[in-house]
């Protein structure tokens, strides 16, 4: 018998329902992936699962079966006791955001005891040293020495392993981990997931893991769920859906998946647009007599035509970079050159939610450059916006929207529209997919290679994904700690990476190794 | 854990914010209290039985409901209605003009602080010195130099209030600097003035509506302090604060007459008050749901 099993599940949000009739197994030790979009209710189903819908979330039709117990009335609100028992108790959560989960004003050990505590299974001193073993089981080193330390002395990674030291605290037959590494670096994401699958099991505990990446799904699971639009599209093995996916969204999913396909063509040595030699910033760390070095002595080139991609985990100073080439820091030493004025580099930024002034239309958006630098009249510049719009594949017809009434999608070329209002040489795109799901990534991907074929614009593209900054770039940086660790042509340096850090991060990548 | 995106929600932003509004019942009533005592203060002259200065000898301090005097009179038989009515409309006066005079000045010293490091340091001072002089002393010494008057309460209330306003922008101003649309203008060369101009106030306008709600209650609570002080408004112009300070005098004999223009401080205050925190809810609804 399987441990959670979830029939014809049914949710909604007031009165709009956001999760249709999904059926879900879950045997005893196994691993289970549900894999989709946001907004495809996955997430959803996981919370309806554990009792903890946000606001006027309920679950209007379906069953949920653990261990064989219907637990769906005591989940619809009818049992507050049965749900509290359920939680900890019998499934764990290991929830996305290390960073707000976590008490900030309490040490983490007692924040680990108080998990026990609650769950009735040890009070006092052996609350207290039960929770230094479950740090140290957790991958906390010098656990009982951190364990008196508060949140913010720890880093992310490491915090998410005090997390699932707390959802493991209780020994729930079946953990539920809601995008447990989505926040996290690549390597730092390897490490906790290759902790999580050990700590489960040699419980013998089984895993629901909710993710947006399908490698990464198929990497550590057994069985993978595909959901869209809040209905399960497609359930099976893993290698299976990954390697012959059924259903046409799987598939288009499957194919989306950046890194798989061909690095992009070499092409001819052109002249450079940018230069950048021995570019260094330094901040004054509060408390501290030294200075931080963010970015320490980077050189590069941008060609004509031709995409450079600066790659590199959080900290590694490829944002500051970039705000130096933008102009939008003051280098402590080093030159930026650019081939033309100001006007012929324009940035596109990360977040499609924050990058576009909400107050304006898609039309005022767009000319901005153009107004800014008095170019054309008020009719040519219009005619202008269309042209773009075209450009970018989007439909005219939205000139006239404001951006909360666009997609992630649409933002993020509307964002391009605008970069590109000025024929840029240069577009600096700072982690521009980043926050993009993978099908529309791939849409941006595609347009951005698209316009630079077209319009012979070059691209510094800044990101914290390899598999993205292959399929765009013909060169490549790897930073580390504000340096340089390697660069050189995309195919030599992820065919034959020389430093082990590079290595390190290439081996990271989910679903590389299958 | 994400939150569920539902699709459908993608009306246009002021028709979010004015469902949101209308979702709330102590907004709503917020918002129905001061439309009545907006059309109150505006259609004074025209529903008003009386002149707010008439006097009628003959019958000083009646009580309420009597005939010809909804509300009754005061000791000089003037009409406390028809007073009140003015009363409401002078202490909109002030509200609106100190509002103005807030905003005026307030908003430009804290877009320009917010955004230019150097002036924050000079504009926190003066703001700091502004909210370390005692606000009745000012006005005192307004009413001195230039007499007192309807405008010069306005004025000095105004001042008192221009420091939150700073504050308020100077704060939606730092956060809105960080926003990736201004890091765009700015790698525009675009200068300072245009950003705050095109970017930076548009988006903080919700910010500052909803900090003028919060400055008309204390406004129109400092005129009828002023008057009442003999400050502001000068008798025999009708003023909420003047009506308060006569009635006082004969306060057991007739306590409506204080009573009433008390009431009416009161209801004024609460419109704003609820209807901002309803507007404030509305324009941020992430802190809520």
């Known amino acids: 018998m399987s441990l959670l099993k979830i029939e014809g599940l049914d949710v909604a949000y007031g009165s709009s329902a956001v999760v249709h009739g999904v059926d879900l197994e879950v045997g005893r030790g196994r691993r289970v992936a549900v894999v989709g979009a946001s907004g495809s209710g996955k997430s959803t189903t996981a919370a309806a699962a554990i009792g903890l819908l946000p606001g006027r979330g309920r679950i209007t039709g379906g069953r949920v079966l653990l261990d064989g117990e219907d637990i769906t009335p005591a989940l619809q609100g009818k049992d507050e006791r049965r749900v509290r028992r359920l939680r900890g108790r019998q499934i764990g959560l290991v929830p996305q955001d290390p960073m707000s989960n976590l008490n900030p004003s309490a040490r983490i050990g007692r924040q680990v005891a108080e998990t026990l505590t609650v769950h009735g299974l040890a009070r006092g001193a052996a609350a207290r040293s039960r929770a230094v073993e479950l740090l140290e089981e957790a991958g906390i080193p010098d656990a009982a020495r951190r364990a008196k330390q508060y949140p913010h002395e720890f880093s992310g990674g490491m915090r998410q392993r005090v997390l699932i030291a707390m959802a493991l605290a209780a020994e729930p037959e079946l953990l539920i981990a809601d995008e447990p590494t989505s926040a996290l670096d690549v390597t730092v994401q390897r490490q906790i997931l290759d902790h999580l699958e050990r700590l489960t099991a040699a419980r013998g505990a089984s895993l629901l893991l909710i993710t947006h990446d399908l490698a990464l799904a198929a990497d550590r699971c057994d069985e993978v769920v595909v959901m869209s639009e809040g209905r399960v599209v497609e359930t099976g093995q893993a290698s299976r859906v990954l390697r012959e996916p059924a259903h046409e969204y799987t598939q288009k999913l499957v194919a989306a998946v950046p890194g798989f396909g061909a690095a992009r063509a070499e092409v001819a040595e052109t002249r450079e647009v940018l230069r950048v030699e021995n570019l260094v910033k330094e901040y004054r760390v509060r408390g501290r007599r030294e200075r931080m070095r963010a970015v320490d002595d980077v050189s590069f080139v941008v060609r004509a035509g031709t995409t450079t991609a600066v790659v590199g985990e959080s900290g590694s100073g490829k944002t500051t970079t970039a705000r130096m080439v933008l102009g939008l820091e003051t280098p402590t030493s080093g030159r930026v050159v650019l081939d033309g004025g100001r006007r012929d580099m324009q940035p596109v930024f990360q977040d499609p939610f924050g990058s576009l002034d909400p107050t304006k239309t898609v039309e005022r958006l767009i000319d901005e450059p153009l107004r800014v630098f008095s170019v054309g009249d008020g009719r040519s510049r219009r005619e202008r916006v269309g042209e773009l719009l075209d450009q970018v594949a989007l439909s005219r017809s939205l000139a006239q929207r404001r951006p909360v009434e666009l997609s992630g999608g649409q933002r993020q070329r509307v964002a391009i529209a605008r970069a590109l209002a000025l024929n840029p040489k240069l577009v600096v795109c700072d982690e521009a997919v980043s926050a993009l799901d993978v099908l529309v990534q791939r849409q941006v991907l595609q347009l951005l290679e698209r316009l630079q074929v077209e319009l012979g614009v070059s691209y510094l593209f800044i990101t914290h994904d390899l598999a993205v900054a292959r399929s765009i770039a013909h060169d490549v940086l790897v930073m580390r700690r504000g340096q340089v660790v390697e660069a050189g042509k995309i195919s030599d340096v992820f065919d034959n990476p020389q430093h082990p850090y590079t290595r390190e991060l290439l081996s990271a990548i989910p679903g590389r190794a299958a | ?289």
């Open chain 2, 1 to 289: 854990m994400s939150a569920p995106v539902v699709e459908a929600d993608l009306g246009s932003s002021r028709g979010r914010v004015l469902r949101h509004l209308l979702h709330n019942k102590l907004g709503v009533a917020g918002g129905v209290a001061l439309l009545l005592v907006a059309a109150a203060a505006l259609l004074a002259p025209w529903i008003a039985p009386y002149s707010p200065t008439q006097v009628h000898f003959e019958t000083p301090l009646q009580q309420p409901r009597t005939v010809g005097f909804p509300l009754g009179t005061d000791d000089l038989g003037r009409d406390i209605l028809s007073r009140i009515l003015y009363g409401t409309r002078a202490s909109l006066q002030v509200g609106i003009l100190a509002v103005a005079l807030s905003i005026v000045v307030g908003a430009p010293l804290g877009l320009a602080a917010g955004y230019w490091r150097w002036l924050d340091g000079i504009v926190s001072r003066l703001t700091d010195l502004t909210l370390a002089f005692p606000f009745l002393i000012l006005a005192v010494g307004l009413a001195a130099i230039r007499g007192a008057s309807l405008s010069n309460a306005a004025i000095a209330l105004g001042i008192a209030h221009v420091p939150q306003m700073i504050r308020v922008v100077r704060a939606e101003t730092l956060r809105l600097k960080g926003a990736e649309y201004v890091l765009a203008a700015r790698s525009l060369d675009a200068s300072g003035v245009r950003i705050l101009a095109t970017h930076i106030l548009p988006n903080a306008v919700p910010s500052i509506i909803v900090q003028a709600t919060v400055i008309m209650p204390a406004v129109v609570i400092g005129e009828a302090l002023l008057s009442f002080l003999g400050l502001g408004i000068q008798p025999p112009t009708p003023s909420l604060g003047i009506m308060l300070s006569d009635a006082q005098q004969y306060i057991f004999r007739a306590p409506y007459a204080a009573l009433l223009p008390g009431l009416a401080i009161m209801v004024i205050c609460l419109a704003f008050n609820l209807f901002g925190d309803a507007l404030r809810d509305a324009l941020d609804p992430g802190g809520h749901r």
